[in-house]
């Protein structure tokens, strides 16, 4: 907590004024390899621009110019905070509702409360000092607001900054954890579509949480997994995977879809071969195995007409043919490919059947009107040619006709 005698000086400060800052001259002027750099940080930290100094946290008298009276204990000096007290340090302020509406309305005040619920909390709090705290995240000193990109914790780096942790094969092997993890998430179809700029594919702590960093259990993953797959979470709880999956056990989406090398789903999941989902649970000739095996096959096969189809209809256009409506219809075969695969998660083939068929005659009728396109290019081509014949004819009986006439007149040709 914070010291009764800074407490005081909290509250005394208005919000936004400044506190002394004897600490950071001092520390400044001593150009001490591990006592200067803190200081030079704190130089755009979120705290000292809201008007929050050192001792703020570790206590003592910043206006003191004496370095005894300025680290004296009972002034409520503290020097270096052991890992285990900074959670209730910081939560001193942040999870003090009247303390922190101050300063920013819309913050929130139980991050504490998560932490001390979450695998980190619990941990620190029976003494495994390694685990991570709030520091350990959002930095000591020189702490930047989370939407700054280079704030560790900013939404294009905090992957990084769990994997400090999480990527130790030293740290997390004791604890019988995974330290490749990141490189997994490194693979994943999330992954890459953050590398293209798309902020709102998933991170760790879209799935983990923040404050409250929990592993996602064999009952919530598929309610993780919903919260952005919303309409493949309702179709699976429909689907006869769901109580099958819940008395075996398996952890619903991940079974099939992995949790941090999440790759990019395709009809070889459906199929025997080095992709394939089913086969894990479903034997070659089963109920199971079969129906997968209808569903591909409709799926291979509307893929496959909606492709000829748009191949059709782009060399009609190409020509200069009006096909408008004809890739009108290929975008409606396109919507019914995506509810196809959509349906996959329903797990009976009479829904993936019943999309893809629609699908299919779409893909049909806009491949004939490609191919009516195409016929009718040829036949202008040939009204074309056989034109420019007449006309090449009639030029030149004209020509001959005219020699003709200058025979008889007596003129040279």
């Not at 309409?231 to 952890?251: N, R, Y």
């Not at 591909?296 to 000829?308: A, C, G, H, I, K």
């Not at 299919?360 to 004939?368: E, G, L, M, Q, V």
């Not at 020509?399 to 040709?413: A, E, F």
Request: charged share 25%; aromatic share 4%; with cysteine.
């Amino acid at each position: 907590m914070i010291p009764t005698v800074v407490l005081s000086l909290v509250l005394a400060l208005p919000a936004g004024a400044a506190a002394p800052s004897g600490c950071l001259d001092c520390h400044l002027a001593l150009n001490d390899a591990r006592l200067t750099p803190p200081a030079k940080a704190s130089a755009e930290d979120v705290h000292a621009v809201a008007g929050f100094t050192c001792v703020f946290c570790h206590g003592g008298d910043a206006s003191a110019t004496d370095q005894e009276v300025a680290h004296d204990r009972r002034k409520g000096f503290r020097g270096r905070i052991a890992p285990r007290d900074i959670p209730e340090i910081c939560g001193s302020c942040h999870a003090d509702a009247s303390r922190m509406k101050q300063f920013n309305p819309s913050l929130r005040v139980d991050q504490l409360a998560e932490y001390r619920t979450s695998v980190h909390g619990t941990r620190l709090a029976a003494g495994d000092t390694a685990v991570a705290q709030c520091a350990s995240c959002h930095g000591a000193h020189g702490i930047l607001p989370v939407k700054d990109s280079r704030s560790p914790v900013s939404p294009t780096r905090i992957a990084l900054t769990c994997n400090r942790c999480h990527g130790d094969a030293a740290l997390m092997g004791p604890r019988k954890r995974p330290s490749d993890v990141y490189a997994k998430y490194a693979m994943s179809v999330h992954f890459r579509e953050r590398q293209k700029g798309d902020l709102s594919a998933p991170s760790c702590n879209s799935c983990h949480g923040n404050h409250g960093a929990v592993p996602p259990g064999v009952g919530s993953v598929a309610n993780v997994c919903g919260t952005c797959h919303a309409v493949f979470a309702d179709q699976f709880k429909l689907s006869p995977h769901w109580e099958a999956f819940q008395d075996m056990g398996l952890p619903g989406c991940v079974t099939c879809h992995e949790n941090h090398e999440i790759v990019h789903p395709t009809e070889a999941f459906l199929a025997p071969g080095p992709s394939d989902r089913c086969g894990s649970c479903h034997e070659p000739g089963s109920a199971g195995a079969k129906a997968a095996a209808q569903i591909r096959e409709d799926l291979v096969r509307l893929d496959t007409e909606t492709r000829s189809a748009r191949e059709t209809v782009r060399r009609a256009a190409e020509a200069g043919m009006e096909v408008s409506r004809a890739r009108f219809d290929l975008s409606r075969a396109d919507d019914a490919l995506i509810r196809a695969r959509t349906n996959v998660h329903l797990f009976r083939a009479s829904a993936v059947r019943e999309a893809s068929a629609a699908g299919i005659s779409i893909a049909r009728s806009a491949r004939k009107a490609g191919l009516r396109a195409l016929e009718e290019r040829d036949y202008r081509r040939r009204g074309l040619l056989v034109s420019l014949g007449l006309i090449g004819l009639a030029i030149a009986a004209l020509i001959l006709k005219i020699r003709d006439i200058d025979r008889h007149r007596g003129i040279p040709s």
